[in-house]
T-cell receptor, first 115, second 114 residues
Framework: NAGVMQNPRHLVRRRGQEARLRCSPM?????VYWYRQLPEEGLKFMVY????????ESGMPKERFSAEFPKEGPSILRIQQVVRGDSAAYFC?????????????FGPGTRLTVL | KNQVEQSPQSLIILEGKNCTLQ??????????LRWYKQDTGRGPVSLTI?????NTKSNGRYTATLDADTKQSSLHITASQLSDSASYIC?????????????FGTGTRLQVFP
């Protein structure tokens, strides 16, 4: 039973390019969360998705950032026209469907470097 | 403003010793408090989850406490091992329309030396 998978693990982009980060949740999990961790800071919530729906995107910048979790395939976090300040580790977590306390299982992260 | 503060920022101990990490939070409305372990270059791994009504929870050599009145938590590590070297992150979940919105502390970086 594989854990949460993220790819690529490292991504280098020049300013103005697009970055696409992928997250495959654990088998049977239908909830996906994206977090960003800037150097020397704690993780910050960005967006919460269920299959084909964005539930809460209150932590995501209004411009250049978008996320999706299609019916088939991984969740994608897309950053358009990247800037140096986007350099960070981006973590995806997944949790199962159900009521009550839901543990979130984290992937290994994608480290984005913008040159 | 919802915040989670941890102390100390970093800690060095010798193998076999015990240590206690602290967490203070100002999160409302409170749902639950979690401790995660994050190895360098890896994602966080859950150690404990406690709700409002729980004041202690153990996971092997890790014991977490929660005082919801003073909004404080601690993580006690017993008989430390070299593999305990990692960042330990206190995370508080705020209740909200079905969303488990997690608020992360910046972590305590623990180094265990032989």
């Amino acid at each position: 039973n594989a854990g949460v998978m993220q790819n690529p693990r490292h991504l280098v982009r020049r300013r103005g390019q697009e970055a696409r980060l992928r997250c495959s949740p654990m088998k049977g999990h239908s909830h996906v969360y994206w977090y960003r961790q800037l150097p020397e800071e704690g993780l910050k919530f960005m967006v919460y998705l269920q299959k084909e729906n964005i539930i809460d995107e209150s932590g995501m910048p209004k411009e250049r950032f978008s996320a999706e979790f299609p019916k088939e395939g991984p969740s994608i976090l897309r950053i358009q026209q990247v800037v140096r300040g986007d350099s960070a580790a981006y973590f995806c977590a997944s949790s199962p469907l159900g009521q009550g306390l839901r543990e979130q299982f984290f992937g290994p992260g994608t480290r984005l470097t913008v040159l | 403003k919802n915040q989670v503060e941890q102390s100390p920022q970093s800690l060095i101990i010798l193998e076999g010793k015990n240590c206690t990490l602290q967490c203070n939070y100002t999160v409302s409305p409170f749902s639950n408090l979690r401790w995660y372990k994050q190895d360098t270059g890896r994602g966080p791994v859950s150690l404990t989850i406690m709700t409002f009504s729980e004041n202690t929870k153990s996971n092997g050599r890790y014991t977490a406490t929660l005082d919801a009145d003073t909004k404080q938590s601690s993580l006690h590590i017993t008989a430390s091992q070299l593999s305990d070297s990692a960042s330990y992150i206190c995370v508080v979940s705020a209740t909200g329309s079905g969303t488990d919105k997690l608020i992360f502390g910046t972590g305590t970086r623990l180094q265990v030396f032989p």
